[in-house]
């Protein structure tokens, strides 16, 4: 009988190790993003620059299971990164439960801004990767923020997003919607800078639905601030004919990344 039972104990000792291990795996798949193939993800990044920027550019690729590894090397001070959790996921009190994996982030960042901006980037891709659980991390970020962990950018600067296609959150200091976006844009920093001071206008709820629903603005918005506080930046968006010569120069990039997963496709 004693030996039966002890038997039964190393049952059901081998049954909880296998359980807590099985449990464990599934929490790190959860926090797993399917890898873009490698030449589209650097074609990606490297699609937010001018082109004058992309050839001596150093460009990023994400490793699901370390975080953002260095693919090429530059010389001209310029980052270029496609995110697959973005910075803005960590704005306002929105419950950040789960991993999309359906957003797609082309980025790039000028030397202070790689020292400064870029950072948050990569951390949260290293967090992530390890296996951090979505509240664990935006709370983490958030407090880094507060603390003032992350240094906003030592000098002006500029972080482009040229690219032809966006899909993140439409307005993360208020809620978690997400769209997928054809706005070529610039970035300026602007550290602890209100619209009121530099006479910024923020879209209506009105213009902020036609872009969630249309992928773009109705009409090209007056430049704003977003993301206020430290790590704020002063968004300006191209014209249309910018926008359709950049269009046209990806369409066969644009074409892959519809072929991937249906929320990629540029809303027509």
Not at 59 to 69: A, R, S
Not at 84 to 111: C, H, M, N, Q, V
Not at 200 to 226: K, N, T
């Amino acid at each position: 009988m004693r030996k039966l039972q002890t038997i039964l104990a190393i049952v059901g000792l081998l049954f909880s190790f296998a359980s807590s291990a099985q449990d464990k795996q599934s929490s790190s798949a959860m926090n797993k993003i399917e890898p873009l193939p490698r030449d589209l993800e650097i074609q990606l990044a490297l699609s937010a620059l001018p082109p004058h920027l992309r050839d001596n550019a150093t460009v990023y690729v994400l490793n699901p299971d370390k975080g953002f590894e260095v693919a090429r090397k530059g010389t001209n001070g310029f980052s270029a990164l496609v995110a697959r959790t973005g910075d803005d996921t960590f704005r306002g009190s929105w419950a950040f439960t789960k991993y999309r994996d359906d957003i797609l982030y082309p980025i790039s960042f000028d030397e202070a801004g790689t020292k400064a901006q870029m950072r948050v980037f990569t951390d949260a891709a290293e967090m992530q990767a390890r296996g951090t659980p979505p509240e664990e991390l935006k709370k983490i970020i958030q407090d880094r923020y507060k603390t003032k962990y992350y240094k906003a950018p030592e000098r002006a600067g500029v972080s482009y997003m040229l690219s032809p296609i966006l899909r993140t959150y439409v307005n993360p200091d208020q809620n978690d919607s997400v769209a997928t976006s054809n706005i070529p844009h610039v970035m300026h920093y602007a550290p602890n800078v209100s619209n009121q001071e530099v006479g910024g206008a923020m879209p209506s709820a009105e213009e902020f639905r036609y872009y969630s629903e249309h992928g773009r603005w109705q009409e090209s918005p007056s430049p704003f601030v977003i993301l206020h506080g430290p790590h704020g930046y002063f968004i300006q968006f191209l014209g249309v004919t910018e926008r359709d010569a950049i269009n046209k120069e990806y369409e066969g990039m644009l074409a892959r990344v519809c072929k991937i997963k249906e929320a990629w496709c540029l809303p027509q």
